[in-house]
């Protein structure tokens, strides 16, 4: 019987080879995202686990003596440089992880990453900040990406001890933060909802070219005497074949594109090719789970015969869908909506709240589908005024699921697409743009906070520096009752691009580094006077030093001069943007995932269209002709078709992008509390691209009207 399968799925002329084509298609898609989600799981769990060996927790008792450990953020031309500094307090203290022995005073190990910059950079502008012996660079084990700048500094015990944040290790391990399971099942989540669900549409959509003849053909075998598990069985080997070609070259573009794919920075850092690795039970899970999966579905596709082989040709009219089917919808927007009322204290119960319940609204999109199309075709044969319309209605009404079928990868990929949109624009709103680098370059400023006292040197240190201009120090404000986070300075010390004091007034309040918090210095501002004696003001400590650097070269000098007056700082020098680094590297990937989501989405939602249009142009091949003959032109017919796919399109369209800023909104204020900013003209111009690819989709399978509904079709059939 699997022999004669064989023969069978290769002996139906080009028919056949291009259904095998567009269902091993399909699944090498499947197949390629399936292993790189399991790969990119790996990954990010490899690089938080290193990432958690720079970030080790305090440890209580055990008779090792204790590392002292501080960690501390400085910058580099809009990138972060993560400073670690170390001393150890015996000879029994543990050794950080990636290097051989704890660095000692004047020493200090690096990223490769940060040695090649340091190698690339003058010294006064970035090595100097480090000071001492390279021991050379960190070991693979601490490696957290490529591209991450950290350098490990040795201090004595006195030297670290008076950094802020210090912590005391006992104990140190490399494996010591594996990724969370609540974090796994949301990664898994969301590209399950957002990539595998259309490829799933896709493997489906491709696995019916040619249902009907192949239906009409096992209802023939079922006839001279073939049992329903021998129907099966050829069938179920059919799809198995064109499934493992798929699974195959799937596996064989993953494992040619891994490296590649490593390099896409999704969280921000670029991954390392080695940890986008697959283990041997998941490639097998994956290389034998995938063509099961097809075979159950053409399995599946064949009950009509096996239940009856005569009913193959007589058709009846399905039984319309019923509202029912949107209760999984309504299940997943409730889900959404208890969460503005009870939010899980915990990420693993967030978890199990939201997941569900975007799936389950994803799942009701599929689901409801047939009876919005059905909803659709009655409202336009209730206005029906052209037979195209008319006969285009009609049939979508009496079959409303097939007319669906061809759209509902469009659906997922236009609701996925809506969320990602609205949840990224409304978070950017919320928390600023994500910069590249820094908003204003030239700004530099520095909170001293508790550190040591400013040299006297230091304005003129800095305005030795090429570059620099306007080097001003405001002191702290002795008066603050208002509760306002503020200095004071000569109003003749303040350089005109950062503003002016009110006529009359000789000491004004102003912010640290003189520009107000996410907002841009301005020579129109007028800074509020300070009742502070003007004579009293050299007595006061300094608060926070700022200076207008002409160009990045100076911003970065300045920087080292500051690091090296003020050595034990807690927070750099920075630029106004600085701080937002961090946040934007990961705004940045999470963009990146929703633009590969929103493009494989709508890929393969235009890939799961041409081959349903495809479909049911094989299916109607008889009919049409019939109508052919009767004398309907072509372009009546193509009138029809078109009809028949942009009627559901855009019923489903308007559906999907509704969802999607309901069910964006919802998940912003229950786990964020923000309200949903809609989208702007991006977003409309993504959404029209999409529907217009869509449209440029289904004319492209007009031509094959008029080939395949010829009256040699009608004689042959």
Known sequence: MIGLALRLAVAGGREALVRLVAIAAAVAVGTGLMLTTLAGVHATDAQLTRYASMYPQETAGGSADPLLWSTRTDYFRGDQIIRVDVAATGPDAPTPVGVPRTPGPGEFYAFPALRRLLAATPADQLADRYPGRD??????????????????????????????QVRKITR??????????????LILGVVAGGLLFP??????????????????????????????RQISAVAAVEAALAAAAGAAAGSAAFFAFRGQLAGIPFTGMPFFPGDMAIGAPEALLVALGVPAGAAA???????????????????????????????????????????????????????????????????????????????????????????AALIAARRLADNPSAGFRAV????????????????????????GPAPRGSLEAGRLSMVLMDDAPAPGTLLADLAAVPGVRNPVLVRQNPVRGDGRDSGV??????????????????????????????????????????PVDPAALAGLPADSVAVDAADPVAVERARTVLEAAF??????????????????????????????????????????????????????????SLLRLSGAPVRLLRRVVTLESVVPLLTVAVV???????????????????????????????????????????????????RITGPETARSE
């Open 172 to 185: 140190l391990e490399d494996d010591s933060a594996p990724l969370p399971g609540a974090a796994v099942d």
């Open 656 to 706: 999907a992008v509704g969802m999607g800023l309901a069910a964006a909104h919802l998940f912003l204020r229950a786990q964020m509390g923000y309200d949903l900013r809609l989208p702007g003209i991006g977003f409309a111009a993504v959404m029209a691209l999409g529907v217009l690819g869509c449209l440029a989709v289904i004319a492209a399978t007009l031509p094959l009207l008029e």
């Open 567 to 624: 050595p034990t700082f807690f927070v750099a020098p920075n630029v106004p943007g600085d701080f937002e680094a961090d946040f934007a590297d990961t705004m940045r990937g999470w963009q990146r995932l929703a633009d590969l989501v929103v493009v494989a989405g709508l890929a393969l939602a235009g890939c799961s269209l041409a081959v349903a249009v495809a479909a049911g142009l094989s299916e109607r091949r008889r009919p049409f």
């Open 135 to 164: 021991l050379g660079a960190v070991g693979p084990a601490a490696l957290t990406s490529p591209d991450t700048l950290l350098v490990l500094v040795g201090g004595t015990p006195e030297q670290v001890g008076r950094l802020d």
């Open 408 to 431: 509902s990868g469009v659906m997922l990929a236009l609701f996925v697409t809506t969320v990602a949109v609205g949840v990224m624009a409304t978070i950017a709103h919320e928390r």
């Open 489 to 530: 300075i000569a109003c003749a010390d303040i350089p005109p691009a950062y503003g002016r004091c009110a006529a009359g007034t000789s000491v004004a309040e102003v912010p640290p580094g003189l520009i107000p918090w996410r907002e841009s210095a301005s020579a129109d501002r007028v800074w509020p006077s300070s």
């Open 297 to 387: 579905a053409a399995w599946v596709a064949l009950r009509r015969v096996r239940i009856s082989p005569l009913g193959v040709s007589r058709r009846v009219t399905p039984r319309p869908p019923r509202a029912y089917r949107l209760i999984p919808l309504a299940l997943g927007l409730a889900g959404l909506g208890f969460a503005l009322v009870y939010r899980p204290p915990t990420s693993d119960g967030q978890t199990a709240l939201f997941l569900p319940a975007l799936l389950l609204v994803m799942v009701g999109l599929l689901t409801g589908g047939p009876w919005l199309t059905m909803v659709g075709a009655r409202a336009m044969a209730a206005r029906a005024s052209r037979p």
């Open 199 to 228: 490829v799933l549409v896709f493997i489906g959509t491709a696995t019916r070219l040619g249902a009907p003849r192949r239906e009409q053909r096992f209802a023939a075998m079922r006839l001279v005497g073939a049992t329903p």
